[in-house]
Antibody
Framework: EVQLVESGGGLVQPGGSLRLSCAAS????????MHWVRQAPGKGLEYVSA????????YYADSVKGRFTISRDNSKNTLYLQMGSLSAEDTAVYYC?????????????????WGQGTLVTVSS | EIVMTQSPAALSVSPGEGATLSCRAS??????LAWYQQKPGQAPRLLIY???TRATGIPARFSGSGSGTEFTLTISSLQSEDFAIYYC??????????FGGGTKVEIK
């Protein structure tokens, strides 16, 4: 059974940092690109970041570029999101998401598995 | 960046009735569109990809149609478990992937 379990969320002060983790199981983690999507309270879904299957390439939304770093450890089947210079606008539930299918280095870009989410609250 | 616009923002429907949700892209996304369902406190659930292909385990009462810039999600006979927020997502132009603002389907 595919499982994605996020952790690391919490309350952080403006300007602070936080590292989120997403522990994956039930599939060959190293074969899949992985993505982060966030959702501010009462709002819609916002695409945040992605990383290729072996970590060689990454993408960031303009809203987080230069402040967030996505990484992965395929030996630990874990995805990370290092977040810095946090502001109230970063307050959201952060989900990791897995593409439905990957073949070689090509993956679909819709998601059939999502974690339960971890809440990040930026407030003084 | 492709902007996805969903309408209506909210829809009141009686159980057993049908519902039609719309999603418009600011430029063509071909057939590269997905629909998700999200219930309170839960992660999104993939319903439809490729504009019209149901994901594994999705009931036949959910159907998707459209191509280019205009897409529709139809729920043929709403069950109690279908009251939720529905999002469309384009994956034709990446990066970035973009989502619509959602349509909330409420009980009438």
């Amino acid at each position: 059974e595919v499982q994605l379990v996020e952790s690391g969320g919490g309350l952080v002060q403006p300007g602070g940092s936080l590292r989120l983790s997403c522990a994956a199981s039930g599939f060959t983690f190293s074969s899949y690109a992985m993505h982060w999507v966030r959702q501010a309270p009462g709002k819609g879904l916002e695409y945040v970041s992605a990383i290729s299957s072996y970590g060689g390439s990454a993408y960031y939304a303009d809203s987080v570029k230069g402040r967030f770093t996505i990484s992965r450890d395929n030996s630990k089947n874990t995805l990370y999101l290092q977040m810095g210079s946090l502001s109230a606008e970063d307050t959201a539930v952060y989900y990791c998401a897995r593409p439905s299918y990957c073949s070689g280095t090509s993956c679909t870009r819709f998601f059939d598995y999502w974690g339960q989410g971890t809440l990040v609250t930026v407030s003084s | 960046e492709i902007v996805m616009t969903q309408s209506p923002a909210a829809l009141s429907v009686s159980p057993g009735e049908g519902a039609t949700l719309s999603c418009r892209a600011s430029q063509s996304v071909s057939g590269n569109l997905a629909w998700y369902q999200q219930k309170p406190g839960q992660a999104p659930r993939l319903l439809i990809y490729g504009a019209s292909t149901r994901a594994t385990g999705i009931p036949a009462r959910f159907s998707g149609s459209g191509s280019g810039t205009e897409f529709t999600l139809t729920i043929s006979s709403l069950q109690s478990e279908d009251f939720a927020i529905y999002y469309c997502q384009q994956y034709n132009n990446w990066p970035p992937l973009t989502f619509g603002g959602g349509t909330k389907v409420e009980i009438k």
